[in-house]
């Protein structure tokens, strides 16, 4: 009886490392800075609701990035091979299933909190099947147009989630139109790390189409960024100098190092920079909001 109940924990715990499996590398890009955008930017954030943040954010994760792997597995075994599917830990077809299936459940744990959750749920779902069903990821244009629109109703629903109305305030939209806008000018950040399997599959995005103009705006685009968040929220002399300096910093190693590692570890900078940026409209909610 206790072995049977064993095989049955360490079964349970597997597929729920598979399932996390699908979503590791967003935790740093997503989860986490948009859990704390939406705590941030909530006008009465409820911090009982942290769970239900994080549990409405990584399902949607989890359904993009389901239907994201199984278009090209090949692609995954060649680069990252620890994925799920290349590591043999779930087929294909099942992966399919779990991702259908967590479509209704998006839409009515979305439905839960108000029309505007469930709209951004889904809105969520149609970009994602326009991104990879329809291959709106192959053209660099429309990946990163996608990529930051779908952000956005992450972004949204995610605040709503949290807060105690069913609607945006207009401070609220203000955090996410901007927030939408910095990611659409900088999420090319984390394709430098995947270039080389980009040009093997022919993918085409701004890094491989033109790689020199690429790291020139992050070296230009991250620090001025950091200038313009900073005078829009309000923030103080100290820290605009420290966010400016720091964006800086990550910016110029885009263009100072070149390497695959080096483009990984400046991915993860950014990571972080994105996720200070996430904050800046909690400052000015904490203190200038009335």
């Given amino acids: 009886m206790l072995s049977q109940a064993l095989d049955s924990g360490r079964r349970i715990g597997g597929h729920i490392m598979t399932l996390f499996l699908f979503t590791k590398s967003d935790v740093l890009t997503t989860l986490l800075p948009v859990t704390l955008f939406a705590l941030t930017n909530a006008p009465h954030p409820h911090a009982t609701r942290i769970l239900a943040i994080i549990i409405w954010i990584w399902i949607h994760l989890l359904k993009f990035d389901i239907s994201n792997q199984i278009q090209d597995p090949e692609e995954d075994k060649r680069n990252k091979p620890d994925r799920p599917l290349p590591a043999g830990r779930i087929t294909a077809q099942n992966a399919a299933d779990v991702r259908w299936l967590l479509v209704p459940v998006c839409l009515v744990f979305s439905a839960m909190y108000g029309r505007q959750t469930l709209a951004f749920s889904a ?48 401070m609220s939209v203000r955090a996410v139109a901007f927030s939408c806008a910095v990611f659409a000018t900088t999420l090319h950040a984390q394709d430098f790390k995947d270039e080389e399997g980009d040009r093997f599959v022919g993918r085409r995005t701004l890094v491989t189409l ?33 966010f400016i300096a720091y964006g800086t910093v990550v910016g110029g190693r885009f263009m100072v190092y070149r390497t695959a590692s080096a483009d990984k570890q400046s991915c993860k900078l950014y990571s972080l920079w994105f996720t200070f940026a996430h904050l800046l409209p909690g400052y000015w909610r904490f203190f200038y909001s009335t």
């Fill in 123 to 170: 809105c969520f779902e149609a970009l994602s099947i326009w991104y990879n069903e329809f291959g709106g990821h192959k053209a660099g244009l429309s990946k990163n147009l996608l990529t930051a629109v779908g952000y956005t109703c992450l972004e949204a629903g995610a605040t709503i989630v949290a807060g105690s109305s069913p609607c945006l305030d207009s």
């Fill in 210 to 242: 033109f790689p020199a103009f690429a790291r020139t705006s992050m070296m230009i685009g991250v620090p001025l960024w950091s200038f313009c968040l900073s005078r829009l929220w309000n923030v103080d002399l100290v820290c605009s100098v420290a």
